[in-house]
């Protein structure tokens, strides 16, 4: 009898102090490292004329896979065109890197037995994708006197959420335009698209904008923190185009919601030439 009540004693205690692995885990901080990067088609600085021939995307994925980011955004990303031969250039790469990946085209270009053209943004991630959406953003529907056709051409976000361990979070690419009023109209899209979605939020890309500049402002203060100031990085540092050292403009983004800690942010100072751009890349956390 004595020894069924000590039995009972532990088997009760047992139950009251049995700790809850799953509770802890879910508990745990999560710190990824994300890159943003335009990688503009792979023709590289060194291919005035864009020779597909000497189009380059093994140097782009050596810039990538020297960082080994968790996730990495991409812009001015082709598929299928003839002009960076024919290249599915997201699924190229994401073989490369054993990279999941997901993709937004920004317009179509024509049909070829390989598959329909398209230019837009890409996500890279080492944690699988489990949605993802195009989201076309507004742009004007005329040119202005001098401008070329290409101002206005069509412009996206790429949106996706992913499983890092069995935590979602969503993470966009994209790509804005190159005039203030195209931009603070397509900043505006991007701002009413965050508010539908759920979540910790990166949102990271090209958006051909200073940091000063009203369209920024739209998304700052919505509270959506820009990991070079929370780093933080000297203004003269965060200067993203043109590539290498002779930088000058801070057009290249990583954006958080405010859930995320942003613990180092820097710009990759890149002197090859694989793009145009310097890359951003960042380690965050999310508690």
């Given at each position: 009898?004595?020894?069924?009540?000590?039995?009972?004693?532990?088997?009760?205690?047992?139950?009251?102090?049995?700790?809850?692995?799953?509770?802890?885990?879910?508990?745990?901080?999560?710190?990824l490292k994300v890159?943003?990067?335009?990688?503009?088609?792979?023709?590289?600085?060194?291919?005035?004329?864009?020779?597909?021939?000497?189009?380059?995307?093994?140097?782009?994925?050596?810039?990538?896979?020297?960082?080994?980011?968790?996730?990495?955004?991409?812009?001015?990303?082709?598929?299928?065109?003839?002009?960076?031969?024919?290249?599915?250039?997201?699924?190229?790469?994401?073989?490369?890197?054993?990279?999941?990946?997901?993709?937004?085209?920004?317009?179509?270009d024509y049909e070829?037995?390989?598959?329909?053209?398209?230019?837009?943004?890409?996500?890279?991630?080492?944690?699988?994708?489990?949605?993802?959406?195009?989201?076309?953003?507004?742009?004007?529907?005329?040119?202005?006197?001098?401008?070329?056709?290409?101002?206005?051409?069509?412009?996206s976000i790429l949106?996706?959420?992913?499983?890092?361990?069995?935590?979602?979070?969503?993470?966009?690419?994209?790509?804005?335009?190159?005039?203030?009023?195209?931009?603070?109209?397509?900043?505006?899209?991007?701002?009413?698209?965050?508010?539908?979605?759920?979540?910790?939020?990166?949102?990271?890309?090209?958006?051909?904008?200073?940091?000063?500049?009203?369209?920024?402002?739209?998304?700052?203060?919505?509270?959506?923190?820009?990991?070079?100031?929370?780093?933080?990085?000297?203004?003269?540092?965060?200067?993203?185009?043109?590539?290498?050292?002779?930088?000058?403009?801070?057009?290249?983004?990583?954006?958080?919601?405010?859930?995320?800690?942003?613990?180092?942010?820097?710009?990759?100072?890149?002197?090859?030439?694989?793009?145009?751009?310097?890359?951003?890349?960042?380690?965050?956390?999310?508690?």
């Amino acid at each position: 009898m004595l020894l069924k009540r000590v039995l009972l004693g532990l088997l009760i205690l047992g139950m009251v102090y049995t700790p809850l692995v799953g509770a802890e885990e879910l508990q745990e901080p999560l710190t990824l490292k994300v890159m943003t990067y335009n990688i503009q088609i792979g023709a590289t600085t060194n291919n005035p004329g864009w020779d597909a021939k000497k189009f380059n995307l093994d140097a782009v994925a050596e810039v990538i896979k020297q960082q080994d980011p968790d996730i990495v955004a991409l812009q001015e990303v082709d598929r299928f065109r003839a002009r960076s031969g024919k290249v599915d250039q997201v699924a190229y790469l994401a073989e490369k890197l054993g990279m999941y990946w997901a993709y937004s085209p920004s317009y179509y270009d024509y049909e070829i037995p390989e598959g329909r053209g398209m230019y837009g943004n890409a996500i890279l991630s080492k944690y699988p994708i489990v949605n993802n959406y195009a989201h076309t953003l507004w742009r004007r529907g005329e040119l202005q006197p001098g401008e070329y056709d290409w101002v206005i051409e069509k412009r996206s976000i790429l949106e996706t959420k992913i499983d890092v361990n069995g935590r979602l979070i969503n993470v966009f690419s994209t790509h804005l335009s190159t005039t203030a009023d195209q931009r603070i109209k397509q900043t505006e899209d991007i701002k009413a698209l965050l508010s539908l979605v759920r979540g910790p939020k990166i949102i990271m890309g090209d958006f051909n904008a200073q940091p000063q500049d009203p369209e920024m402002q739209v998304l700052y203060k919505k509270r959506y923190r820009d990991v070079m100031e929370l780093a933080p990085v000297k203004s003269e540092q965060r200067a993203t185009w043109p590539n290498g050292t002779k930088s000058t403009e801070a057009i290249d983004y990583i954006l958080l919601s405010r859930e995320w800690e942003a613990k180092e942010a820097h710009v990759i100072i890149e002197e090859s030439g694989a793009s145009d751009h310097n890359p951003i890349v960042a380690i965050i956390s999310l508690p």
